[in-house]
């Protein structure tokens, strides 16, 4: 079992930045596939970027790629979500996944443990 906690969401103007962090406990990070994925009010949960367990490849999605960066420290049992020039359409809830796979995952069904979601909110 892992257990994953998100933090660092909040309220930020447009064009701003914020950092999220995803703790893990339970077993060690390096084991699995890591994703962040997000959800607005009355949409699916899309893929945001995901990274491979060594953290030498990643994924975006269309919508973050060249703002969004996603990073781990298997040392720290945490991985990271940075985001700069915040949109107001990135608005929602960011969910933190983990996924026993030796390849990128790209879909929720893959992932098999999640964090309880942050929210971030950019204002326009």
């Known amino acids: 079992q892992v257990q994953l906690v998100e933090s660092g969401g909040g309220l930020v103007q447009a064009g701003g930045s914020l950092r999220l962090s995803c703790a893990a406990s339970?077993?060690?990070?390096?084991?699995?596939?890591m994703g962040w994925f997000r959800q607005a009010p009355g949409k699916e949960r899309d893929l945001v970027a995901t990274?491979?367990?060594?953290?030498?490849?990643?994924y975006y999605g269309d919508s973050v790629k060249g703002r969004f960066s996603i990073s781990r420290d298997n040392a720290k049992n945490t991985v990271y979500l940075q985001m700069n020039n915040l949109k107001p359409e990135d608005t929602a809830v960011y969910y933190c996944?983990?996924?026993?796979?030796?390849?990128?995952?790209?879909?929720?069904?893959?992932?098999?443990?999640w964090g309880q979601g942050t929210q971030v909110t950019v204002s326009s």
């Open positions: 339970g077993r060690t990070l390096s084991r699995y596939v």
């Open positions: 996944a983990a996924g026993s796979a030796i390849v990128l995952l790209r879909t929720t069904r893959e992932y098999e443990y």
């Open positions: 990274i491979n367990r060594s953290g030498s490849n990643t």
